[in-house]
């Protein structure tokens, strides 16, 4: 008789307990890398959106993006910021769709990024006075205050060095 050449049923549970405990530990090392990715977008987009509301201000006669025409006096807005940041300017922050002659500034943005955690574009606008809540609940992208032009991640949570996401 010829003997057949088949796995038995110990080798194939070996090969299944061998696959298992490699799935085991390979799933954790990709979630981290998925969460590391995640707060290198959030830094990044900070550091942009930081970068370009200091920029907006420097040639905007020293009023920060969110204010109605450029009026500091005023609550600022989400429109407002969202349109200074995305559209052309004059000096004076009225703005116009881009390449609209006598607009010369801007745009610093193509859009508001999306805040990779709870991906929303959304802005809290907090009122000249007033100040940051004390945590923060994720119902937008971001927490801005256009009177000292800070902006923070409307996050909830930590990374992985337990850093809270809402003090970047």
Not at 121 to 138: A, W, Y
């Amino acid at each position: 008789m010829k003997k057949s050449k088949a796995f038995t049923l110990v080798e194939i549970l070996v090969v299944v307990v061998v696959l298992g405990i490699l799935a085991a530990v390979v799933i954790p090392m990709a979630a981290e890398s998925t969460s590391a990715a995640r707060d290198t977008a959030l830094i990044h987009d900070l550091q942009m959106l930081r970068r370009y509301i200091q920029i907006y201000e420097s040639q905007h006669l020293e009023v920060a993006p969110g204010y109605p025409n450029g009026a500091s006096g005023q609550d600022p807005t989400e429109q407002a910021f969202v349109d200074q940041l995305t559209k052309s300017s004059k000096i004076t922050g009225e703005t116009a769709d881009r390449g609209t002659a006598g607009f010369d500034y801007g745009p610093y943005l193509w859009r508001v990024p999306e805040n990779h955690f709870n991906n929303k574009s959304g802005i809290q606008m907090l009122r000249n006075g007033e100040n940051f809540p004390g945590d923060p609940d994720g119902s937008h992208g971001w927490i801005y205050k256009a009177a000292t032009s800070e902006i923070r991640p409307d996050n909830v949570g930590s990374d992985s060095n337990g850093k809270r996401y809402y003090d970047y």
